[in-house]
């Protein structure tokens, strides 16, 4: 049998209820803590996904002997530091998108893990669907031809106040940030590392991104268009195209439970890609599997490639003007 891994999660809201679900779904993995700034709030989220232990600091559970690997949900700008303690307290991590708020806190982030030989991953959870999998099988048959162009968007309305982190600047609100990194990252996924962007956004009142538009070019010279909105509800779709074909990823593209083939000659054919539990239990597996053959990094979101796009964010967040209080450290 394998080796159980044990999870505690880091934070209690949305994100992490999603990975908590998750985890029933990965075999192997038991969740064992679980940590808010608040104990409280730490019990009560153990209450309702069966959590042994509960700490009221974040460094209580960096610190708890019980854990082997921590799953980090909190707020974007506490990414950085969350994962550093853990780190530094002998923790494997997975941490949340967007994995830290700039490119000098994601290098500073994978150099402690490579220092500490820890296992070290970016929790972009689209990359380890079925779906993704399979879209990247179907162009390596050359069934749609030479890859030539991605167009993705994603968007919502945020119904939100001010306040709410989504809008909200010290806690690294905005569209290209939130929901942008989908597309970014998903387009990096299949056409390969981008070598140049350019960004367009509207800036909203509280001084972050409401709407974001970007164009990159890869260093194939390929070339992706994308979009992000916390103001719109786009069809949320991702379209990878050939010369021969293309690849429909349908409405919400980033857990899609199947995909569209649809060659220049000939019918298209929907095949389904089921995925575990909620989605979220594929990077789960992947981290354990990761873990158990002693390696620090998965290659289908390797440390290079998350440093390189926070890199990539950094410079279109220049284009449109948006800076945060990180920025300044």
Not at 30 to 47: E, K, N, P
Request: hydrophobic residues 45%; negative net charge; contains cysteine.
């Amino acid at each position: 049998m394998e080796k159980t891994l044990r999870w505690g999660i880091l934070g209690t809201g949305k994100i992490a209820s999603a990975m908590a679900t998750g985890l029933r779904d990965a075999p192997g993995a038991q969740l064992a803590a679980v940590a808010s700034r608040s104990i409280d709030i730490a019990q009560q989220f153990g209450a309702r996904f069966d959590v042994a232990r509960h700490h009221g600091s974040y460094q209580a559970l960096a610190d708890d002997p019980e854990v082997d690997i921590v799953y980090i949900a909190t707020p974007h700008t506490l990414h950085a530091d969350n994962a550093l303690m853990c780190l530094a307290a002998g923790k494997h991590v997975v941490c949340e998108k967007p994995f830290t708020m700039n490119a000098r806190e994601a290098q500073a982030v994978v150099g402690l893990a490579r220092e500490k030989q820890l296992f070290l991953m970016e929790a972009m959870w689209s990359r380890f669907l079925p779906m993704a999998q399979e879209a990247k099988r179907i162009i390596a048959s050359g069934e749609i031809g030479t890859l030539q162009q991605i167009s993705a968007d994603i968007g919502f309305v945020a119904n939100v106040a001010p306040e709410h982190r989504l809008l909200n600047p010290a806690l690294g609100g905005g569209a290209l940030l939130d929901v942008g990194i989908y597309p970014l990252s998903m387009a990096a996924f299949f056409l390969g590392p981008v070598a140049a962007t350019q960004a367009l956004a509207n800036i909203g009142a509280t001084g972050v991104d409401e709407q974001v538009a970007f164009v990159l070019r890869h260093a194939n010279g390929t070339t992706s268009s994308c979009a992000g909105s916390l103001c719109a509800l786009t069809p949320t779709e991702m379209v990878i195209s050939g010369s021969l074909g293309r690849i429909r990823l349908p409405a919400r593209f980033y857990k899609a439970d199947h995909l569209l083939v649809e060659p220049m000659d000939g019918p298209a054919r929907r095949i389904d890609t089921p995925y575990l539990g909620n989605g979220y239990t594929h990077e789960a597996i992947e981290a354990m599997r990761c873990i158990r053959f002693g390696l620090t990094e998965s290659d289908i979101m390797p440390h290079a490639e998350t440093v390189a796009l926070m890199a990539q964010l950094d410079a279109m967040r220049a284009q449109i003007g948006l800076a945060y209080p990180a920025d300044r450290i």
